[in-house]
């Protein structure tokens, strides 16, 4: 079955220390990526997306996310998380020709400071 | 602030009522979707409007429907409710579904809504 999997849903960290959250897809046809990010008690917000060209994609307060085709899959990065950084990233998968985001389970990341 | 509204931002209700969830779109978004986030099944995406007409379903129960008036706001209208059907209801828009032959930067970007918090007890 098509599926968005997100591996390690629960990441405890300090800041200063660098994350990495994988996405992998099942997809075969082209696709839009995305990952959003949902603060506590707040909606989903846009991080980063891909529609094409440059796999390395830069979003939002330092976060960069990379497409690797032939892996299926778009992993997220940031060098150095703060405080802030607490949350839950959301990976998501936007088929071509269809309209309906699919999402991972999350990744919940609680950062101490 | 995403330009996507939701009311109510709350609802508490009981088992076996009738609730309706209203959404208003991004200024200048045609279409609208709306999507069930619970602890269990994570966020799964139910129904999707363009400019009115149904466009996508997905993993949406009988006794859930929805629509899309011409003002391009939607409502979700959630019956005969459940225990299960507890969750956080996100509504999201879009300018325009992706095109057959091109697909443009933007045009397949959702915008969420701040969701409502159903509790059914």
């Known amino acids: 079955a098509q599926s968005v999997s997100q591996h390690n849903h629960h990441v405890i960290l300090s800041e200063a220390a660098s994350l990495e959250l994988g996405c992998n897809y099942s997809y075969g046809g082209t696709v839009n990526l995305f990952w959003y990010v949902q603060y506590p008690g707040q909606h989903l917000q846009l991080l980063l997306k891909?529609?094409?060209?440059?796999?390395l994609v830069k979003g939002i307060k330092g976060f960069e996310a990379e497409f690797i085709k032939s892996k299926f899959s778009f992993n997220l990065r940031k060098p150095s998380v703060q405080w802030s950084d607490t949350a839950e990233y959301f990976c998501a998968v936007l088929l071509y020709g269809n309209n309906r985001l699919a999402f991972g389970k999350g990744n919940q990341v609680v950062v101490i400071p | 602030d995403s330009g996507v509204t939701q009311t109510p931002k709350h609802l508490i209700t009981a088992t076996g009522q009738r609730v309706t969830l209203r959404c208003s779109p991004r200024?200048?978004?045609?279409?609208v979707y709306w999507y069930q986030q619970s602890l269990d099944q994570g966020l799964q995406f139910l129904i999707q409007y363009y400019n009115g007409e149904e466009r996508a379903k997905g993993n949406i129960l009988e006794r859930f429907s929805a629509q899309q008036f011409p003002d391009l706001h939607s409502e979700l209208n959630l019956s005969s409710l459940e225990l299960g059907d507890s969750a956080l209801y996100f509504c999201?828009?879009?300018?325009?579904?992706?095109?057959?032959?091109?697909?443009?930067?933007?045009?397949?970007?959702?915008?969420f809504g701040p969701g409502t918090r159903l509790t059914v007890l």
């Open positions: 891909y529609f094409s060209g440059d796999p």
């Open positions: 999201a828009s879009s300018v325009a579904p992706p095109l057959t032959s091109v697909v443009k930067a933007g045009y397949n970007e959702q915008f």
């Open positions: 200024s200048g978004d045609l279409s």
